[in-house]
Protein backbone atom coordinates (compact mmCIF):
# COMPACT_ATOMS: atom_id res chain seq x y z
CA UNK A 1 0.00 0.00 0.00
CA UNK A 2 2.82 2.38 1.04
CA UNK A 3 4.48 2.05 -2.46
CA UNK A 4 1.14 2.07 -4.25
CA UNK A 5 0.70 5.46 -2.60
CA UNK A 6 4.22 6.70 -2.96
CA UNK A 7 3.85 5.55 -7.18
CA UNK A 8 0.48 8.02 -6.84
CA UNK A 9 2.88 10.98 -5.54
CA UNK A 10 5.48 10.11 -7.78
CA UNK A 11 7.59 9.35 -5.16
CA UNK A 12 9.84 5.89 -4.57
CA UNK A 13 9.74 4.28 -1.11
CA UNK A 14 12.05 1.69 0.25
CA UNK A 15 12.49 -0.03 3.25
CA UNK A 16 16.03 -0.02 4.71
CA UNK A 17 18.44 -0.80 7.10
CA UNK A 18 18.14 -3.17 10.33
CA UNK A 19 14.69 -4.70 9.06
CA UNK A 20 16.00 -6.35 5.29
CA UNK A 21 19.08 -6.94 6.91
CA UNK A 22 17.30 -9.17 9.58
CA UNK A 23 15.35 -10.59 6.64
CA UNK A 24 18.19 -11.38 4.59
CA UNK A 25 19.39 -13.31 7.97
CA UNK A 26 16.31 -14.46 8.83
CA UNK A 27 16.04 -13.00 12.09
CA UNK A 28 12.65 -11.26 13.40
CA UNK A 29 12.54 -7.47 13.04
CA UNK A 30 9.58 -5.09 13.37
CA UNK A 31 11.07 -2.04 13.10
CA UNK A 32 10.02 -0.73 9.60
CA UNK A 33 12.37 1.95 8.41
CA UNK A 34 10.79 3.19 5.06
CA UNK A 35 12.77 5.98 3.23
CA UNK A 36 11.01 8.06 0.72
CA UNK A 37 12.45 9.88 -2.38
CA UNK A 38 10.03 12.95 -2.05
CA UNK A 39 8.44 14.18 1.24
CA UNK A 40 8.06 11.07 3.41
CA UNK A 41 5.57 13.44 5.64
CA UNK A 42 3.39 13.50 2.76
CA UNK A 43 3.33 10.08 2.19
CA UNK A 44 3.14 8.98 6.07
CA UNK A 45 -0.17 11.45 6.15
CA UNK A 46 -1.38 9.89 3.47
CA UNK A 47 -1.00 6.62 4.92
CA UNK A 48 -1.87 7.06 8.43
CA UNK A 49 -4.89 8.85 6.83
CA UNK A 50 -6.32 5.67 5.10
CA UNK A 51 -5.35 3.49 7.74
CA UNK A 52 -6.77 5.91 10.72
CA UNK A 53 -3.49 5.68 12.19
CA UNK A 54 -1.94 8.96 14.14
CA UNK A 55 1.68 11.01 12.71
CA UNK A 56 3.61 12.80 14.42
CA UNK A 57 5.28 14.65 11.99
CA UNK A 58 8.77 16.02 12.45
CA UNK A 59 9.02 19.15 8.71
CA UNK A 60 12.06 20.13 9.89
CA UNK A 61 13.77 17.04 8.96
CA UNK A 62 10.81 15.47 6.90
CA UNK A 63 10.41 12.78 8.97
CA UNK A 64 7.57 11.37 10.87
CA UNK A 65 6.22 8.51 12.61
CA UNK A 66 3.21 6.62 12.16
CA UNK A 67 1.56 5.18 14.92
CA UNK A 68 -1.32 2.40 13.79
CA UNK A 69 -4.03 2.14 16.39
CA UNK A 70 -2.43 -1.55 17.80
CA UNK A 71 0.70 1.06 18.82
CA UNK A 72 2.45 -0.69 15.69
CA UNK A 73 5.16 1.95 14.30
CA UNK A 74 6.35 2.88 10.99
CA UNK A 75 9.19 5.26 10.53
CA UNK A 76 9.35 7.77 7.20
CA UNK A 77 11.94 9.73 6.31
CA UNK A 78 13.17 11.55 3.18
CA UNK A 79 16.40 10.19 1.32
CA UNK A 80 18.79 12.86 2.14
CA UNK A 81 20.38 14.39 -1.05
CA UNK A 82 24.11 15.59 -1.24
CA UNK A 83 24.77 18.37 -2.91
CA UNK A 84 27.67 19.55 -4.85
CA UNK A 85 28.23 23.12 -2.53
CA UNK A 86 29.36 25.55 -5.73
CA UNK A 87 28.36 28.85 -4.71
CA UNK A 88 25.33 30.23 -6.59
CA UNK A 89 25.14 26.95 -8.49
CA UNK A 90 22.28 25.12 -8.88
CA UNK A 91 22.04 21.90 -6.53
CA UNK A 92 23.51 18.90 -8.32
CA UNK A 93 22.33 15.17 -7.24
CA UNK A 94 24.80 13.19 -7.01
CA UNK A 95 23.60 9.60 -7.85
CA UNK A 96 20.06 8.38 -6.90
CA UNK A 97 19.02 10.00 -3.56
CA UNK A 98 18.41 6.25 -2.03
CA UNK A 99 21.63 5.52 -3.06
CA UNK A 100 23.17 8.47 -1.07
CA UNK A 101 21.04 7.93 2.01
CA UNK A 102 22.44 4.26 1.66
CA UNK A 103 26.17 5.50 1.42
CA UNK A 104 25.62 7.58 4.87
CA UNK A 105 24.96 4.83 6.76
CA UNK A 106 27.17 2.84 9.67
CA UNK A 107 28.03 -0.49 8.12
CA UNK A 108 27.50 -2.26 4.67
CA UNK A 109 24.71 -5.06 6.52
CA UNK A 110 22.89 -1.96 7.47
CA UNK A 111 22.45 -0.76 3.81
CA UNK A 112 19.89 -2.64 1.78
CA UNK A 113 16.65 -1.55 1.00
CA UNK A 114 13.55 -3.25 -0.92
CA UNK A 115 11.51 -1.44 -3.13
CA UNK A 116 8.35 -0.61 -2.49
CA UNK A 117 6.59 0.87 -5.67
CA UNK A 118 4.17 -0.98 -7.47
CA UNK A 119 6.47 -2.19 -10.70
CA UNK A 120 9.31 -2.60 -9.06
CA UNK A 121 7.89 -4.28 -5.67
CA UNK A 122 10.50 -6.51 -3.70
CA UNK A 123 13.28 -5.39 -5.66
CA UNK A 124 16.53 -5.68 -3.41
CA UNK A 125 18.75 -3.01 -3.61
CA UNK A 126 22.53 -3.76 -2.62
CA UNK A 127 25.01 -0.80 -3.77
CA UNK A 128 27.38 -1.87 -1.18
CA UNK A 129 28.16 -5.69 -0.64
CA UNK A 130 26.06 -5.92 2.45
CA UNK A 131 24.71 -9.71 1.37
CA UNK A 132 28.84 -10.64 0.42
CA UNK A 133 29.54 -9.28 3.95
CA UNK A 134 26.18 -10.98 5.48
CA UNK A 135 28.13 -14.05 4.17
CA UNK A 136 31.64 -13.07 5.24
CA UNK A 137 30.14 -12.42 8.34
CA UNK A 138 31.69 -9.09 8.15
CA UNK A 139 31.13 -5.84 10.11
CA UNK A 140 32.59 -3.10 7.54
CA UNK A 141 32.25 0.80 7.14
CA UNK A 142 31.95 2.37 4.01
CA UNK A 143 33.98 4.99 3.83
CA UNK A 144 37.23 6.02 6.33
CA UNK A 145 35.68 9.19 7.85
CA UNK A 146 32.39 6.20 9.20
CA UNK A 147 33.44 6.67 12.77
CA UNK A 148 34.63 10.66 13.02
CA UNK A 149 31.15 11.53 11.26
CA UNK A 150 29.64 9.36 13.80
CA UNK A 151 32.08 8.27 16.94
CA UNK A 152 29.04 5.97 18.53
CA UNK A 153 29.38 3.74 15.73
CA UNK A 154 32.33 2.75 17.86
CA UNK A 155 29.60 1.27 20.22
CA UNK A 156 27.79 0.08 17.24
CA UNK A 157 30.22 -2.08 15.72
CA UNK A 158 30.83 -3.97 18.98
CA UNK A 159 26.63 -4.55 19.44
CA UNK A 160 26.21 -6.12 15.83
CA UNK A 161 29.32 -8.08 15.83
CA UNK A 162 28.14 -9.44 19.36
CA UNK A 163 24.65 -9.87 18.11
CA UNK A 164 25.16 -11.81 14.92
CA UNK A 165 28.32 -13.10 16.07
CA UNK A 166 30.57 -11.03 13.11
CA UNK A 167 34.03 -10.48 13.21
CA UNK A 168 34.89 -6.20 12.53
CA UNK A 169 36.68 -5.77 9.58
CA UNK A 170 40.69 -5.56 9.87
CA UNK A 171 40.33 -2.33 7.67
CA UNK A 172 37.34 -1.11 10.06
CA UNK A 173 38.75 -2.34 13.02
CA UNK A 174 41.88 -0.05 11.93
CA UNK A 175 39.81 2.93 12.03
CA UNK A 176 37.76 2.13 15.03
CA UNK A 177 40.95 2.37 17.03
CA UNK A 178 42.29 5.18 15.38
CA UNK A 179 38.88 6.85 16.46
CA UNK A 180 39.42 5.52 19.88
CA UNK A 181 43.35 6.95 19.79
CA UNK A 182 41.42 10.58 18.78
CA UNK A 183 39.26 10.48 21.80
CA UNK A 184 36.22 10.90 19.72
CA UNK A 185 34.39 9.00 22.29
CA UNK A 186 34.66 12.50 24.05
CA UNK A 187 32.57 14.19 21.22
CA UNK A 188 29.63 11.03 21.97
CA UNK A 189 26.61 13.04 23.13
CA UNK A 190 25.96 11.77 26.69
CA UNK A 191 22.06 10.38 26.02
CA UNK A 192 23.75 9.03 22.87
CA UNK A 193 26.13 7.11 25.08
CA UNK A 194 24.43 5.88 27.22
CA UNK A 195 21.66 3.93 25.09
CA UNK A 196 24.87 2.70 22.86
CA UNK A 197 25.52 1.00 26.38
CA UNK A 198 22.39 0.11 27.09
CA UNK A 199 21.63 -1.53 23.75
CA UNK A 200 25.15 -3.79 24.52
CA UNK A 201 24.11 -4.36 28.16
CA UNK A 202 21.00 -5.58 26.95
CA UNK A 203 22.72 -7.92 24.09
CA UNK A 204 22.96 -11.63 25.63
CA UNK A 205 26.45 -11.95 24.14
CA UNK A 206 27.28 -8.66 26.26
CA UNK A 207 30.27 -9.91 28.37
CA UNK A 208 31.93 -10.37 25.16
CA UNK A 209 30.77 -6.97 23.75
CA UNK A 210 32.64 -5.43 27.06
CA UNK A 211 35.90 -7.43 26.99
CA UNK A 212 35.98 -5.92 23.39
CA UNK A 213 35.16 -2.98 24.89
CA UNK A 214 38.36 -3.54 26.97
CA UNK A 215 40.41 -4.77 24.10
CA UNK A 216 39.64 -1.56 22.23
CA UNK A 217 40.69 0.59 24.87
CA UNK A 218 36.87 2.04 25.39
CA UNK A 219 35.94 1.25 28.87
CA UNK A 220 38.67 3.66 30.12
CA UNK A 221 36.91 6.67 28.72
CA UNK A 222 33.90 6.14 31.34
CA UNK A 223 36.66 6.22 34.36
CA UNK A 224 40.12 4.82 34.24
CA UNK A 225 39.15 2.42 37.32
CA UNK A 226 37.11 0.64 35.09
CA UNK A 227 39.01 -2.38 34.25
CA UNK A 228 37.74 -6.32 33.79
CA UNK A 229 39.83 -8.58 35.56
CA UNK A 230 39.30 -12.46 35.48
CA UNK A 231 37.69 -12.43 38.61
CA UNK A 232 35.30 -9.44 37.48
CA UNK A 233 34.51 -11.35 34.39
CA UNK A 234 33.60 -14.36 36.61
CA UNK A 235 31.46 -12.25 38.58
CA UNK A 236 29.25 -11.46 35.44
CA UNK A 237 29.72 -15.27 34.52
CA UNK A 238 27.73 -15.68 37.99
CA UNK A 239 25.20 -12.70 37.44
CA UNK A 240 23.98 -14.43 34.05
CA UNK A 241 23.71 -17.96 35.85
CA UNK A 242 21.33 -16.35 38.48
CA UNK A 243 19.50 -13.95 36.31
CA UNK A 244 19.09 -17.35 33.79
CA UNK A 245 17.70 -18.82 36.69
CA UNK A 246 15.14 -16.09 37.95
CA UNK A 247 14.01 -16.16 33.59
CA UNK A 248 13.16 -19.77 34.08
CA UNK A 249 11.58 -19.89 38.06
CA UNK A 250 9.44 -16.65 36.80
CA UNK A 251 9.19 -15.84 33.43
CA UNK A 252 9.19 -12.39 34.16
CA UNK A 253 11.67 -9.80 31.86
CA UNK A 254 13.89 -8.00 34.31
CA UNK A 255 15.37 -5.01 33.03
CA UNK A 256 18.83 -6.33 33.01
CA UNK A 257 21.07 -3.82 31.66
CA UNK A 258 20.22 -1.72 35.27
CA UNK A 259 21.94 -5.10 37.04
CA UNK A 260 24.82 -5.65 34.47
CA UNK A 261 25.59 -1.73 34.53
CA UNK A 262 25.69 -1.39 38.49
CA UNK A 263 28.26 -4.53 38.07
CA UNK A 264 30.30 -3.16 35.46
CA UNK A 265 30.72 0.08 37.01
CA UNK A 266 30.95 -1.26 40.39
CA UNK A 267 34.82 -0.10 41.26
CA UNK A 268 33.25 3.29 41.05
CA UNK A 269 32.51 5.37 44.14
CA UNK A 270 29.51 7.79 44.72
CA UNK A 271 31.72 10.48 42.74
CA UNK A 272 32.61 8.26 40.57
CA UNK A 273 29.34 7.32 39.73
CA UNK A 274 27.42 10.89 39.90
CA UNK A 275 30.30 12.05 37.69
CA UNK A 276 29.07 8.91 35.22
CA UNK A 277 26.01 9.71 35.33
CA UNK A 278 26.13 13.39 34.68
CA UNK A 279 28.12 12.54 31.65
CA UNK A 280 25.82 10.22 30.64
CA UNK A 281 22.70 13.19 30.75
CA UNK A 282 20.70 11.49 33.28
CA UNK A 283 17.97 13.51 34.78
CA UNK A 284 18.10 14.91 38.56
CA UNK A 285 15.40 12.40 39.24
CA UNK A 286 16.59 9.56 37.42
CA UNK A 287 20.39 10.09 38.77
CA UNK A 288 18.52 10.11 42.41
CA UNK A 289 16.45 6.77 41.89
CA UNK A 290 19.53 4.79 40.00
CA UNK A 291 22.31 6.08 42.78
CA UNK A 292 20.21 5.05 45.85
CA UNK A 293 19.13 1.68 44.53
CA UNK A 294 22.93 0.80 43.18
CA UNK A 295 23.89 1.88 47.56
CA UNK A 296 21.09 0.41 48.79
CA UNK A 297 22.10 -2.68 46.94
CA UNK A 298 26.17 -2.12 47.89
CA UNK A 299 25.16 -1.60 52.14
CA UNK A 300 23.32 -4.95 51.72
CA UNK A 301 25.97 -6.61 50.12
CA UNK A 302 28.01 -5.30 53.05
CA UNK A 303 25.56 -6.42 55.87
CA UNK A 304 25.54 -9.65 54.43
CA UNK A 305 28.96 -10.71 54.48
CA UNK A 306 29.18 -9.14 58.27
CA UNK A 307 26.03 -11.22 59.41
CA UNK A 308 27.02 -14.56 61.36
CA UNK A 309 23.39 -15.88 61.39
CA UNK A 310 21.30 -15.44 58.05
CA UNK A 311 17.41 -15.32 59.31
CA UNK A 312 14.49 -14.73 56.66
CA UNK A 313 13.50 -11.17 58.61
CA UNK A 314 17.41 -9.85 57.68
CA UNK A 315 16.99 -11.28 54.15
CA UNK A 316 13.81 -9.40 53.80
CA UNK A 317 14.68 -6.09 55.45
CA UNK A 318 18.09 -5.70 53.48
CA UNK A 319 15.76 -6.03 50.17
CA UNK A 320 12.58 -4.59 50.99
CA UNK A 321 13.17 -1.15 48.95
CA UNK A 322 15.86 -2.61 46.39
CA UNK A 323 14.17 -3.30 43.23
CA UNK A 324 14.95 -6.62 41.95
CA UNK A 325 17.73 -5.75 38.99
CA UNK A 326 19.55 -4.39 42.26
CA UNK A 327 18.83 -7.15 44.25
CA UNK A 328 20.95 -9.07 41.52
CA UNK A 329 23.36 -7.08 41.54
CA UNK A 330 23.97 -7.39 45.25
CA UNK A 331 24.28 -11.45 45.10
CA UNK A 332 26.98 -10.24 42.07
CA UNK A 333 29.14 -8.94 44.54
CA UNK A 334 28.48 -11.07 47.58
CA UNK A 335 28.39 -14.24 45.56
CA UNK A 336 27.97 -17.85 45.65
CA UNK A 337 28.01 -18.58 49.17
CA UNK A 338 24.53 -16.53 49.88
CA UNK A 339 22.74 -17.83 46.58
CA UNK A 340 20.67 -19.92 48.78
CA UNK A 341 19.08 -17.09 50.70
CA UNK A 342 18.79 -14.83 47.59
CA UNK A 343 16.86 -17.68 45.82
CA UNK A 344 14.59 -18.50 48.81
CA UNK A 345 14.46 -14.50 48.85
CA UNK A 346 12.70 -14.68 45.33
CA UNK A 347 10.55 -17.92 45.40
CA UNK A 348 9.53 -17.22 48.80
CA UNK A 349 10.98 -14.16 51.64
CA UNK A 350 10.03 -11.69 49.64
CA UNK A 351 5.58 -12.92 48.95
CA UNK A 352 5.52 -13.45 52.84
CA UNK A 353 2.75 -11.07 54.37
CA UNK A 354 0.72 -10.81 57.06
CA UNK A 355 -2.72 -12.17 57.67
CA UNK A 356 -4.00 -8.69 59.90
CA UNK A 357 -3.17 -5.36 59.25
CA UNK A 358 -4.26 -1.87 60.75
CA UNK A 359 -7.94 -2.13 60.41
CA UNK A 360 -7.21 -4.91 62.35
CA UNK A 361 -4.93 -3.14 64.84
CA UNK A 362 -8.35 -0.76 65.50
CA UNK A 363 -10.71 -3.34 65.67
CA UNK A 364 -8.15 -4.93 68.69
CA UNK A 365 -9.44 -1.56 70.29
CA UNK A 366 -5.58 -0.10 69.26
CA UNK A 367 -5.84 3.93 68.50
CA UNK A 368 -3.63 4.51 64.95
CA UNK A 369 -0.48 5.83 65.71
CA UNK A 370 3.12 5.09 64.64
CA UNK A 371 3.28 2.68 66.46
CA UNK A 372 1.61 0.71 63.98
CA UNK A 373 3.85 0.31 61.51
CA UNK A 374 6.75 -0.39 64.02
CA UNK A 375 3.86 -3.35 65.95
CA UNK A 376 3.39 -4.56 62.07
CA UNK A 377 6.76 -4.94 60.94
CA UNK A 378 8.25 -6.35 64.24
CA UNK A 379 5.21 -8.83 63.48
CA UNK A 380 6.52 -9.27 59.88
CA UNK A 381 10.02 -10.26 60.56
CA UNK A 382 8.54 -13.01 63.00
CA UNK A 383 6.41 -13.98 60.81
CA UNK A 384 9.53 -14.38 58.26
CA UNK A 385 11.27 -16.47 60.76
CA UNK A 386 8.61 -18.85 62.15
CA UNK A 387 7.78 -17.47 65.10
CA UNK A 388 4.65 -16.70 64.59
CA UNK A 389 1.95 -18.81 62.15
CA UNK A 390 -1.20 -17.91 62.21
CA UNK A 391 -3.84 -15.42 62.39
CA UNK A 392 -4.37 -15.60 65.99
CA UNK A 393 -0.70 -15.75 66.48
CA UNK A 394 -0.43 -12.62 65.19
CA UNK A 395 -3.38 -11.25 66.71
CA UNK A 396 -1.41 -12.28 70.24
CA UNK A 397 1.76 -11.28 69.20
CA UNK A 398 0.36 -7.34 68.68
CA UNK A 399 -1.22 -7.48 71.92
CA UNK A 400 2.23 -8.19 73.68
CA UNK A 401 4.38 -5.85 71.52
CA UNK A 402 1.96 -3.26 72.04
CA UNK A 403 2.18 -3.73 75.71
CA UNK A 404 5.84 -3.47 75.61
CA UNK A 405 5.86 -0.47 73.62
CA UNK A 406 4.05 1.23 76.40
CA UNK A 407 5.94 -0.47 78.75
CA UNK A 408 9.11 1.07 77.49
CA UNK A 409 7.82 4.82 77.66
CA UNK A 410 5.71 3.93 81.49
CA UNK A 411 7.06 1.95 83.35
N1 LIG B 1 22.52 4.37 11.52
C1 LIG B 1 23.76 4.88 11.16
N2 LIG B 1 24.59 5.42 12.11
C2 LIG B 1 24.19 5.43 13.40
C3 LIG B 1 22.94 4.94 13.76
C4 LIG B 1 22.12 4.40 12.80
O1 LIG B 1 24.12 4.85 10.01
N3 LIG B 1 25.01 5.93 14.32
C5 LIG B 1 21.66 3.79 10.47
C6 LIG B 1 21.88 2.31 10.29
O2 LIG B 1 22.10 2.05 8.94
C7 LIG B 1 20.63 1.63 10.77
C8 LIG B 1 19.58 2.73 10.72
O3 LIG B 1 20.30 3.96 10.79
O4 LIG B 1 20.28 0.54 9.97
C9 LIG B 1 18.59 2.62 11.85
O5 LIG B 1 19.25 2.66 13.09
P1 LIG B 1 18.84 1.78 14.32
O6 LIG B 1 17.38 1.67 14.40
O7 LIG B 1 19.61 2.26 15.49
O8 LIG B 1 19.53 0.39 13.95
P2 LIG B 1 19.03 -0.99 13.42
O9 LIG B 1 19.98 -1.35 12.34
O10 LIG B 1 17.58 -1.01 13.14
O11 LIG B 1 19.43 -1.92 14.65
P3 LIG B 1 18.56 -2.61 15.75
O12 LIG B 1 18.30 -3.96 15.17
O13 LIG B 1 19.47 -2.66 16.93
O14 LIG B 1 17.34 -1.78 15.95
Redesign the pocket.
Known amino acids: EIGEMAQELGMNAYV????V??LIMKIE?Y?I?IVVEGDAVILAKKYAKIKGAKVSAHYKFKTAVVIMKDDFRIDFATARIEYYDFPAAAPVVEDSSIKTD?Y????TI??MAIKLNKDEFGQLIDYFGAQSDIRDKKIRVLHNLSFVD?P??IF?AI??AV?FNFEIGPHTERLLKHAVNLKLIDRIVGQRLFLEMK?ILSEKDYIKALKMLQDYEVLKFFHENIYLSKDRLEDFEYLEKLLNWFNIQFKKELEVWKTRFSLLFHPLKVAGLQKLMTRFEFTKSYKKHFLTQILKARNAAIKFKKQKVIQPSFVYNQFKEVEDEFVFYTAAIIGEKYEEYIKDYFLRIKHVSLEINGDTLISLGYKPSKKFKVVLEKLLDMKLDGIIKTMEDEKMMAKKIFEELSCERDC
Open positions: VGGFRDNDDLRRDFNTDSRRRFRY
